[in-house]
């Protein structure tokens, strides 16, 4: 996505950039929906222009328990600073804008922020009872015959504790 120097000269509050996630640079994030949405305002600096907003988008993960795929509705906030200024530029949230660029492209950004939020283990609920580990199934959608030791049976701590 590209902000162009006239538009953030001239200013917009709370505008909506409909994006397509197909522009962003591959971070191996899977998006349900090609759409994301950005609501940005901009702020006038003398070191350069101020971005806030948020980044709505769809991500698609399957869960770490029963694999069955799960949408995520991500709502992030965003916060960059585009300044002329080379020191700190380094910094993750600021990037630099020097005078002579006409427009300036945030798809990097996006897509790190987008990133850096996806879940470690996702789970498609935090009920879900995963798959048997004997036939397979999900139980979430079929009960099975299967007589199954779990492992999270709090008294088996017990019994080991007792024996020794
Ligand atoms: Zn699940
Ligand atoms: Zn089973």
């Not at 397979?136 to 959608?141: E, K, R, T």
Request: charged share 25%; hydrophobic share 35%.
């Amino acid at each position: 996505m590209k902000l162009l120097r006239t538009e953030l000269r001239t200013g917009f509050h709370n505008k909506l950039f409909d994006m397509s996630a197909r522009e962003l640079p591959n971070r191996d994030t899977v998006f349900t929906h090609n759409h994301i949405i950005c609501e940005l305002s901009v702020k006038s600096l003398s070191i350069g222009f101020q971005i806030s907003g948020k980044i709505r988008a769809t991500l698609e993960y399957n869960c770490v328990r029963c694999l069955c795929p799960c949408p995520l509705d991500l709502i992030l906030p965003i916060n960059l600073l585009l300044t002329q200024h080379k020191n700190g530029v380094e910094k993750q949230d600021i990037i630099h804008f020097s005078e002579t660029q006409d427009q300036i492209n945030l798809t990097d950004s996006i897509a790190d922020l987008i990133s850096l939020a996806e879940p470690m283990n996702p789970v498609c609920d935090d009920n879900c009872r995963g798959l048997c580990p004997n036939c397979g199934n999900n139980i979430n959608q079929t009960s099975c015959e299967c007589i199954v030791d779990t492992d999270d049976n709090p008294w088996d701590e017990l019994k080991k504790l007792k024996l020794k």
